[in-house]
Structure formats: C-alpha cells, structure tokens
C-alpha cells in the first residue's frame, strides 16, 4: 500500500496525501478526515525511511544520465523508467541531470545546490570523478555501476564480466572455434567505462579457457556502426563465426551487415550477447541474451538511495545481477566459413 493508492481511493492527488501526512501545506479538515479514513481503512503506515524522507526534505531525488547530445541505449531507458517509476511510488520527484562535458555544471548544480536529497548516478567509470565529488559532498548517492573500487559507496550493476564469459562458453559449447567480443565505443572504453573493460576481462578469460580464437573491437552505439563493424570483422576474420556483444544499440547493424554477406542467423552465424529482455525479444531473430533486469535494478537503486537518505550512516549495500542466459534464435551449431 503506498500514498498513490490512498490518493486514489480517497479521490485527491498525490501531493494533497503528502501535505495532509507531513502538514507541509494546509489541507482542509473535510479532506483530512476523508485521508485519513482511508488509511485507518487500509492499514497504511509509513515505514521509518519514508517518515524520515518527509523531515526537512525537498522530496525530490536527482538521476545522473550520460550527455543529453548521446542516444540512451534500450537498457539505459530501462534504467531512467524504473527509477522514475520506482520513485514515483515512495512519492518523490526525479530531477534528470546530464553529466560529462559541457553538462557538468549541470551536475555541479545537483550536487551543490540543494535541489534533491540524494542522487542515482548512472553509467559509472573505473575511476569516476564524480563519485569523487559526490563522496567529498556527503550527499547521499547509489550507483548503477561501480567504479574499480566500489567499497565507499552503495551500487547495483550487471555482472559483465561473468555474463561475457558465460556467451562466449556457450558459443565454444556449440563449436564455435572464432569469437569476437563487440564492445560499447572506443571512447567509452578509453575512458575507463566499467562495462567495457568487464566485458573485455571476461571474454579474455572464457577464451583462453576454452582455447578459441578471440578478437575484441569496439563499436560505436548505433545501427550502422555495427554494420560497418561487422562487415570489417567478416573481412578481416574470414574464419569467424561468432559474436558476444555488450552494445545491444549495434545489434541491428550485426543483422544486416551478415545479410549482406549472404549470411544466415544462427545458421551461418551466431550473435549472444547482454541486453534489456524485451528488446532482445523483439528482434528478428530475437537475440540469445543474459536479460538484463532494468526494472529490478531501478527499484532497488531508490530503495538503496531512500535508506542512505534516512540514515547517511547505514552500511553500504551492493547489488551484482547475473542472470541467467536466455537462448532464443540467434546460436546454433557452428558451421565452418573458412
């Protein structure tokens, strides 16, 4: 039970719930009465991070995105989605701040401007000065992502580095004896982006293992970057027969570039990779992934945020999803090219 059903049923808004709770703003003793039946009715008690949110609070929580001039992949909309969604159930307002470049001013005025109580950061590098920042500031945080050295602060994130490397044995369990590893774009990655360089170590690990044939490449996060990618990659690698990728963006690219070389998926091919689950499930063929769980993520980052915004002294919690591979129609057998 949380404030929008109440507001529901007691048929005012959302907000005119939050006043009649914290007595922020004057509410009419009719309405009151009316809320508060309501909640005596449901049994609705606010739990003690809410109680505490409702001090002193702006109840607004900011979310750090990457550049607004860069198109958020599939799973990175996933993100925004579930933490608005997530946030819009403990009643709280989400500001949306870009960060990198000429954005950080934007970020600087999150972090120094008492605009919200606390902030999700997203898209995390190993080494990430604006964790450095949000540490020196005290303002409460949580990552989607974790830098090299995550023990200072409270995160979720995907596993890349084992997800990577369960592809890549599930090729060479088919017979695939050439892997390329597509990652995210080479900026990105100089930059010290954790997926990619947790991508990478997996995949190095799983061939080596196995005793493939590897190749890693970077790719930008488009259609026909990963066309040209993959175009190059058949080119350069004659004998290669499959893919494991982090960049779901790219994917489609993959499709059309293999078509163009008179390539079947997965007869003559096979793609695995990372991505949001029903975005892999909406591609022909739908894509053989680890589905990442966005909407879980999400909620537990604000559940995360809520509890170190209602105690800054809580012991940092941590969050490392691996789902399981979810085989669909883009892996089989491999068929030798070359």
């Known amino acids: 039970m949380n404030i929008g059903e109440i507001a529901k049923r007691a048929g005012v808004s959302r907000s005119t719930v939050s006043y009649a709770l914290t007595g922020k ?27 505490a949110l409702k001090e002193g609070r702006t109840r607004t929580i900011g979310l750090v995105i990457p550049p607004a001039g860069q198109r958020l992949t599939d799973m ?10 997530a946030a819009a159930h403990a009643d709280l307002d989400v500001l949306l701040s870009p960060s990198g470049g000429e954005h950080d001013r934007s970020f ?11 902030v999700i950061l997203m898209e995390i590098r190993l080494e990430d000065d604006r964790v450095v920042r949000l540490l020196r500031s005290g303002l409460p945080f949580v990552g989607i992502g974790r830098t090299r050295h995550p023990e200072a602060m409270s995160w979720v994130d995907i596993d890349y580095e084992t997800l990577i490397a369960k592809c890549v044995h599930h090729l ?3 017979g695939h004896r050439q892997v390329a590893l597509v990652n995210r774009s080479a900026e990105l990655v100089a930059a010290g982006y954790g997926p990619g360089h947790r991508a990478q170590t997996g995949f190095d690990r799983a061939v080596a293992e196995r005793g493939l044939n590897g190749v890693r490449v970077c790719c930008a996060d488009d259609a026909q970057a990963g066309q040209s990618c993959l175009r190059q990659l058949l080119a350069e690698h004659p004998a290669l027969t499959a893919v494991a990728t982090i960049n779901e963006a790219a994917v489609f690219g993959m499709y059309r570039a293999l078509a163009e070389a008179g390539l079947t998926v997965p007869g003559d091919f096979s793609i695995a990779g990372v991505a949001a689950q029903h975005w892999a499930e909406s591609l022909h063929p739908p894509l053989t992934a680890a589905d990442v769980p966005a909407d879980e993520m999400g909620a537990r980052a604000v559940e995360l945020l809520i509890q170190r915004i209602a105690d800054p002294g809580t012991p ?23």
């Open 76 to 85: 990175q909309l996933g993100f925004v989605a579930s933490v608005v969604d």
């Open 25 to 51: 703003r004057p509410v009419s003793e009719e309405t009151k009465r009316r809320i508060q039946t309501v909640i005596d009715e449901l049994g609705y008690r606010p739990n003690a991070s809410a109680r």
């Open 108 to 118: 600087e005025r999150v972090v120094t401007g008492r605009r919200v109580d606390g």
């Open 316 to 338: 940092h919690r941590h969050l490392l999803a691996a789902p399981p591979i979810s085989l669909r129609s883009t892996t089989g057998p491999a068929r030798p090219r070359a």
């Open 172 to 174: 060479a369990d088919l």
